[in-house]
């Protein structure tokens, strides 16, 4: 029989009318509620980041080869096949999707508004599975085998500024020589919350830019990039920037929008500084715990000591019992952080401004693999805070410790 756990169980079974009793519930509680509020942060961080970056993929994709130019226009200058690499084939394991693009500035008329935007052409190759989750009307577009597609996808500002639903129709000017106009059909309207792509992009055939600006088919204004793993960016960046053609650059979406990444930096950075601080009151609360424990238990520790009994012994008899509030701690920090995650993540019983947050609810993403390795960092670092008041058993005089009252 292991005579510490026995000990530890009697304890704990008589401690309930005791001033330790109080302590305890104390411990358990800052324990359930470190671990909840660390839960709830990691998954509002990761739903953060995760939302995000899938609106900003939807339009810019990893990373971006286009032709070399001085000039800072959206348009740029066209760009063929050849590339250095198969766009067909993929020449790196690491690379998921090669999609063509191109862009064209044009004025939007209707009865009664006028509208600069920026057309951007995509053809049947380019994956619209992340664009799928913006539409907020219509559906996404549907490509002609015989000819360039008349239907576009507009943001929801776009279309409440010119006035325009789903299945409408508005006359697309383009400022050239000559001057040449499109009428196109709303098939779909998005809404991803940034102000970078709602307040210009319209989504159309890149067949009416070819035809625009006399290309021919082959001709692109550029290749968008889809990684497998978007933490390998700066790795793959590197083996694309030396196998392409000097006459082209390749830019980072890290890059492009760097304020918004740079934003999820920070964001991650301080909520890191506050779990730390959360995981030391908690510790901490346990070693106070535990040492009122053996406090109380001065007169009981001086006579097993008279007994025979070990300092290991008696030190494992306050471990165990450490390690059982810990467990209870961890069991309702678990119901409440995933409770609360699981609430917000059915009910959106949050909301948040969009203009601020670019959501407008807070998002929850479900990565359990993180949530066992909170509970499991939480756990091995309590205990190894346990450790530090039950060293005060050695110092504990028998003789002394049997007169303790």
């Given at each position: 029989?292991?005579?510490s756990?026995?000990?530890?169980?009697?304890?704990t079974?008589?401690?309930s009318?005791?001033?330790?009793?109080?302590?305890?519930?104390?411990?358990?509680?800052?324990?359930?509620?470190?671990?909840?509020i660390?839960?709830?942060?990691?998954?509002?961080?990761?739903?953060?980041?995760?939302?995000?970056q899938?609106?900003?993929?939807?339009?810019g994709?990893?990373?971006?080869?286009?032709?070399?130019?001085?000039?800072?226009?959206?348009?740029?200058?066209?760009?063929?096949?050849?590339?250095g690499?198969?766009?067909?084939?993929?020449?790196?394991?690491?690379i998921?999707n090669?999609?063509?693009?191109?862009?064209?500035?044009?004025?939007?008329?209707?009865?009664?508004?006028?509208?600069?935007?920026?057309?951007?052409?995509?053809?049947?190759?380019?994956?619209?599975t992340?664009?799928?989750?913006?539409?907020?009307?219509?559906?996404?577009?549907?490509?002609?085998d015989s000819?360039?597609?008349?239907?576009?996808?507009?943001?929801?500002?776009?279309?409440?500024q010119?006035?325009?639903?789903?299945?409408?129709?508005?006359?697309?000017?383009?400022?050239?020589?000559?001057?040449?106009?499109?009428?196109?059909?709303i098939?779909?309207?998005?809404?991803?919350?940034?102000?970078?792509?709602?307040n210009?992009?319209?989504?159309?055939?890149?067949?009416?830019?070819?035809?625009?600006?006399?290309?021919?088919?082959?001709?692109?204004?550029?290749?968008?990039?889809?990684?497998?793993?978007?933490?390998?960016?700066?790795?793959?960046?590197d083996?694309?920037?030396?196998?392409?053609?000097?006459?082209?650059?390749?830019?980072?979406?890290t890059?492009?929008?760097?304020?918004?990444?740079d934003?999820?930096?920070?964001?991650?950075?301080?909520?890191?500084?506050?779990?730390?601080?959360?995981?030391?009151?908690?510790?901490?609360?346990?070693?106070?715990?535990?040492?009122?424990?053996?406090?109380?238990?001065?007169?009981?520790?001086?006579?097993?000591?008279?007994?025979?009994?070990?300092?290991?012994?008696?030190?494992?008899?306050?471990?165990?019992?450490?390690?059982?509030?810990?467990l209870?701690?961890?069991?309702?920090?678990?119901?409440i952080?995933?409770?609360?995650c699981?609430?917000?993540?059915?009910?959106?019983?949050?909301?948040?401004?969009?203009e601020?947050?670019?959501?407008?609810?807070?998002?929850?993403?479900?990565?359990?693999?993180?949530?066992?390795?909170?509970?499991?960092?939480?756990?091995?670092?309590?205990?190894?805070?346990?450790?530090?008041?039950t060293?005060?058993?050695?110092?504990?005089?028998?003789?002394?410790?049997?007169?303790?009252?």
């Amino acid at each position: 029989m292991n005579v510490s756990r026995y000990i530890s169980k009697k304890i704990t079974a008589s401690a309930s009318e005791s001033f330790t009793s109080s302590v305890t519930k104390i411990a358990i509680i800052s324990i359930a509620i470190g671990l909840a509020i660390m839960i709830v942060s990691f998954a509002i961080l990761e739903g953060f980041r995760n939302e995000i970056q899938s609106k900003i993929f939807s339009f810019g994709a990893h990373l971006q080869i286009t032709k070399y130019d001085t000039n800072n226009s959206l348009e740029g200058l066209p760009i063929g096949p050849n590339i250095g690499f198969s766009t067909r084939h993929n020449a790196f394991p690491e690379i998921k999707n090669i999609q063509p693009f191109a862009r064209k500035t044009a004025i939007v008329k209707t009865e009664d508004e006028v509208l600069g935007v920026v057309l951007k052409g995509i053809d049947r190759q380019y994956d619209l599975t992340a664009m799928q989750h913006n539409l907020v009307a219509g559906r996404l577009l549907h490509f002609s085998d015989s000819g360039a597609s008349d239907e576009i996808m507009v943001s929801k500002k776009i279309a409440d500024q010119l006035r325009l639903d789903v299945g409408e129709e508005a006359l697309f000017f383009f400022v050239q020589n000559p001057p040449r106009v499109r009428k196109l059909k709303i098939a779909g309207i998005y809404k991803t919350g940034l102000d970078e792509f709602d307040n210009i992009y319209v989504i159309a055939d890149i067949q009416h830019i070819r035809d625009l600006n006399d290309w021919n088919d082959t001709l692109v204004g550029g290749y968008e990039i889809i990684l497998k793993d978007f933490r390998q960016i700066d790795r793959v960046a590197d083996k694309v920037f030396h196998k392409m053609s000097y006459d082209l650059q390749l830019q980072k979406i890290t890059d492009e929008y760097a304020q918004l990444f740079d934003w999820l930096k920070l964001l991650k950075r301080n909520v890191v500084i506050f779990l730390v601080l959360i995981v030391f009151v908690a510790t901490f609360n346990m070693v106070s715990t535990v040492f009122i424990m053996i406090m109380e238990r001065t007169h009981m520790i001086g006579v097993l000591k008279a007994l025979g009994a070990t300092n290991y012994q008696i030190r494992k008899v306050f471990f165990y019992n450490g390690a059982k509030l810990t467990l209870k701690g961890l069991l309702w920090g678990n119901l409440i952080g995933l409770g609360f995650c699981a609430m917000q993540y059915f009910l959106k019983i949050i909301p948040l401004d969009p203009e601020n947050y670019y959501m407008d609810t807070v998002p929850i993403h479900w990565n359990f693999g993180v949530i066992a390795l909170l509970n499991l960092a939480v756990f091995l670092l309590t205990l190894l805070s346990i450790l530090l008041p039950t060293a005060l058993v050695s110092r504990i005089n028998p003789v002394k410790a049997i007169r303790f009252d």
